[in-house]
């Protein structure tokens, strides 16, 4: 699956803002369960862990500049979160959100989801299964724009 991208983002990239500046300080949610049918719809599954910057209440950003219709993850931050609840939660999907995303079914929300894996996902894990309280980071992530 390639990632997906709520009406909300694809709107605000088209009329006013940059990816980057509209998911500015935005946070990556991870999952457990069957990821929705699009990035629109409400979350599903258990929220395992919210991946902020160095495990605080402060959003991420992504790098100064795009190369080649790709931009990344601002190299200079670390981006992780404590892993909740009970485990351990075996991940399937996440769900990179503007600040103040409520997760519920909306055309309005800023969203990109896309699948968790080891290798060859939108977000690549060391492991799926995380561990409750266990601190999970991310060191890679990378949005990309179709070519022409």
Not at 51 to 56: A, V, Y
Not at 83 to 89: D, E, F, K, R, Y
Request: contains cysteine; aromatic residues 6%; proline residues 3%.
């Amino acid at each position: 699956m390639a990632s997906k991208f709520s009406t909300g983002l694809r709107n605000a990239m088209l009329d006013t803002a940059s990816f980057k500046t509209t998911m500015a300080l935005g946070f990556i949610k991870i999952y457990t369960g069957t990821p929705p049918a699009d990035a629109d719809a409400a979350a599903t599954g258990t929220l395992a862990v919210t991946i902020s910057l160095t495990s605080t209440a402060t959003g991420i950003n992504m790098a100064a500049a795009a190369v080649t219709g790709v931009i990344a993850k601002l190299g200079t931050e670390t981006w992780s979160g404590v892993v909740t609840g009970a485990g351990p939660h075996t991940v399937t999907y996440f769900r990179h959100v503007a600040a103040g995303d409520t997760g519920v079914l909306s055309t309005t929300e800023k969203r990109v989801q896309g699948l968790c894996a080891l290798a060859g996902g939108e977000l690549n894990l060391s492991s799926l299964s995380l561990t409750s309280a266990a601190t999970q980071t991310i060191d890679s992530y990378n949005i990309a724009l179709p070519t022409l």
